[in-house]
């Protein structure tokens, strides 16, 4: 089983460049998210999706967009690459609900200069 | 909103000592909890949760958490580590109250890696 899709798994942007962060999910899982991981920060929520065509904000989702045409992909956009987006960025799925396992992907380390 | 709030940031012991990760939560409310583990350059995987009955839970590797509603604390235990338990480790929270699209929604801690020596 495939599971949650990430790419690319490492890109170096530079500053003012866009690009698309993918991810796709074969589980058929409803709810899908995207976090950053900071150093000593732990995960910050930045969109997520409880099914197609339905997105809301997370904590920090400045500088990013996403969309949720179809079940399996959720992608994220990076519209204008800053510094401070550098980070790792985690996509997660899980089936409805509060008591379910979210599944990761591998992440994409992003590095803006 | 609710946090949660991992007390130690690094936690290194050597093998086969025991070790306990601390999670507090904060919230008024009853709460589904979780610990998540990263393995280097890899995704989250769930390791346990806790969603009612028993108050300790365990994994199939040896770890095991206890709720504790009077301390808001959901530490994490081994007593007796292995080089292989390595990681960083995150406890997570999630509300069964919360409405519309935050339902389901998890919050995570800062995580804390555990470095396990010869």
């Known amino acids: 089983n495939a599971g949650v899709t990430q790419t690319p798994k490492f890109r170096i942007l530079k500053i003012g460049q866009s690009m698309t962060l993918q991810c796709t999910q074969d589980m058929n899982h409803n709810y899908m998210y995207w976090y950053r991981q900071d150093p000593g920060m732990g995960l910050k929520l930045i969109y997520y999706?409880?099914?197609?065509?339905?997105?809301d904000k997370g904590e920090v989702p400045n500088g990013y967009n996403v969309s949720r045409s179809t079940t399996e992909d959720f992608p994220l956009r990076l519209e204008l690459a800053a510094p401070s987006q550098t980070s790792v960025y985690f996509c997660?799925?899980?089936?409805?609900?509060?008591?379910?396992?979210?599944?990761f992907g591998q992440g994409t380390r992003l590095t803006v200069v | 909103a609710q946090s949660v709030t991992q007390l130690d940031s690094q936690v290194p012991v050597f093998e086969e000592a025991p070790v306990e990760l601390r999670c507090n939560y904060s919230?008024?409310?009853?709460?589904?909890l979780f610990w998540y583990v990263q393995y280097p350059n890899q995704g989250l995987q769930l390791l346990l949760k806790y969603l009612s009955g028993s108050t300790l839970v365990e994994s199939i590797n040896g770890f095991e958490a206890e709720f504790n509603k009077s301390q808001t604390s959901f530490h994490l235990r081994k007593p007796s580590v292995h080089i292989s338990d390595t990681a960083e480790y995150f406890c997570?929270?999630?509300?069964?109250?919360?409405?519309?699209?935050?339902?389901?929604?998890?919050?995570f801690g800062q995580g804390t890696i555990l470095t396990v020596h010869p």
């Open positions: 997570a929270v999630s509300d069964p109250h919360a409405g519309g699209t935050s339902y389901g929604k998890l919050t």
């Open positions: 999706s409880v099914g197609a065509g339905i997105t």
């Open positions: 919230s008024s409310v009853s709460v589904y």
């Open positions: 997660a799925s899980k089936l409805q609900g509060v008591h379910t396992e979210a599944f």
